[in-house]
């Protein structure tokens, strides 16, 4: 990987000189500058994640209610025409470093940043501080004819200096196209390597799983115990090694396929789960309630789906020999975020495991006791991750889990 692959976007467009978010088509924040945040006394991590006009909630001042009337037009005409949009010039009061309010005026402009298939992936909203300018417009009478030159130059020179942002904004969307266009090589790259690798090692456990199957049943009345017992356990060790090549090939494509988002019922992912799962449920004897009905969300049904069968399959699997599962599942909303939640009444998870449990390979049992490949609980912490949401526990050892995921609310 070349030099210019290294580069943290991230962190460049962090501190950029000027005021800029980064929408999502469905008008989420993806990320902030700190300039933006500076001249609005937020938080980078109070709004990151949220809905933009969750921001301007109902609490605004009048005159911030029109510039989110103004602004919605403006980024719904990006999203219907791909094209950069302006939404006028607005009176905005913000909290000043003392926690003064102070009266400031912006100019806003929001400009799509399109995938190699047309579809707009991000918009980039920028807002210029046009205060100087408009306060000098407000001058007395008295004064406004001594002034006038300097508010034209000031106009001027504003004008020129979003021109020239305007035109390096250009530049490095460009430039990240090239980049993009470049990592997507990388990754598909990366991908058929993969592929190709899960092919490779899979093909062989499956013969070793066959050959040593069809061994114990051709020939079982020359094999002493001790040689069928052997043959079983390479049957067994060889069906566990395919298990964890195909978690670990699904944890893989999470973090270079396209995740696609769109509103989503979560009555029907879970329904859907329901069924797929329902011989393993009656195997089990369990009892599964779902307090209906559950919202909408934005996010990928396929991983959602991955989700929920990996949670289940939890809720079902840690559990005392003697005691029949019953999982509960309820979701809860606040504002623009959906926590979904598994409840089991398992065998619980000491609080010191539950920062480790969401990592690769962690295994707090035996296999012998519990099957499973240590992959299940990264698939759910990464997938929620790829769709800007959170994975969590709230468990005690013998008390059952509490399993909870959180994603951005459908508008």
Same mark, same amino acid.
């Given at each position: ?87 006028? =010039? ?36 920028? =807002? ?5 300018? *408009? @306060? #000098? ?63 490779? %090692? ?5 013969? #070793?799983?066959?050959?040593?199957? %069809? ?12 040689? @069928? ?18 978690? %670990? ?7 270079? *396929? ?31 309630? *779902? ?64 920062? @480790? ?55």
């Amino acid at each position: 990987m070349n030099g210019a692959m290294q580069v943290d976007f991230r962190l460049l467009f962090e501190r950029a000189p000027g005021l800029y978010l980064v929408l999502d088509p469905h008008f989420f924040i993806l990320a902030a500058s700190d300039q933006y945040l500076h001249a609005t006394g937020l938080r980078r991590e109070d709004i990151v994640g949220q809905h933009l006009f969750d921001v301007f909630n109902d609490e605004t001042p009048a005159t911030d209610k029109v510039l989110a009337q103004e602004l919605r037009r403006s980024l719904e005409a990006v999203v219907l025409e791909g094209a950069a949009k302006g939404a006028g =010039v607005h009176k905005r009061d913000v909290r000043g470093p003392g926690g003064e309010m102070e009266e400031r005026y912006w100019s806003l402009l929001n400009t799509p940043v399109s995938g190699q298939d047309g579809r707009i992936r991000y918009i980039i909203h920028y =807002v210029d501080d046009v205060t100087e300018v *408009v @306060k #000098l417009k407000k001058s007395s009478d008295e004064q406004r004819g001594h002034r006038a030159g300097s508010m034209e130059t000031q106009a001027a020179f504003h004008s020129e200096e979003l021109g020239a942002t305007y035109r390096q904004l250009q530049v490095a969307n460009e430039e990240l196209a090239a980049r993009t266009t470049e990592l997507h090589n990388s990754l598909e790259t990366m991908q058929t390597f993969t592929y190709t690798i899960a092919h490779d %090692l899979r093909a062989p456990l499956r013969q #070793l799983t066959s050959f040593s199957t %069809l061994v114990v049943q051709e020939c079982a009345s020359t094999l002493d115990d001790f040689g @069928k017992d052997c043959l079983l356990r390479i049957a067994d060790a060889a069906r566990r090694m395919d298990r964890l090549t195909r978690d %670990l090939l699904a944890y893989g494509q999470l973090t270079h *396929v396209e995740v696609t988002t769109m509103p989503v019922s979560l009555d029907d992912a879970v329904t859907k789960v329901l069924q797929d799962m329902a011989p393993q449920i009656t195997d089990r004897k369990a009892e599964v309630d *779902v307090q209906h009905p559950l919202p909408r969300v934005i996010g990928n049904v396929t991983l959602i789906h991955q989700i929920l069968v990996n949670l289940l399959d939890n809720a079902l699997k840690f559990m005392p020999e003697d005691r029949p599962p019953r999982v509960v599942i309820s979701s809860t909303q606040q504002n623009n975020r959906v926590r979904l939640c598994i409840r089991d009444n398992g065998i619980g998870i000491d609080p010191r495991y539950h920062g @480790k449990i969401f990592a690769l390979f962690v295994r707090l049992h035996k296999s012998s006791e519990y099957s499973g490949t240590g992959i299940g609980l990264a698939l759910v912490k990464k997938a929620m991750e790829r769709m800007l949401g959170k994975a969590g526990i709230e468990s005690a050892h013998g008390e059952g889990s509490s399993f909870w995921v959180e994603f951005r609310a459908a508008p």
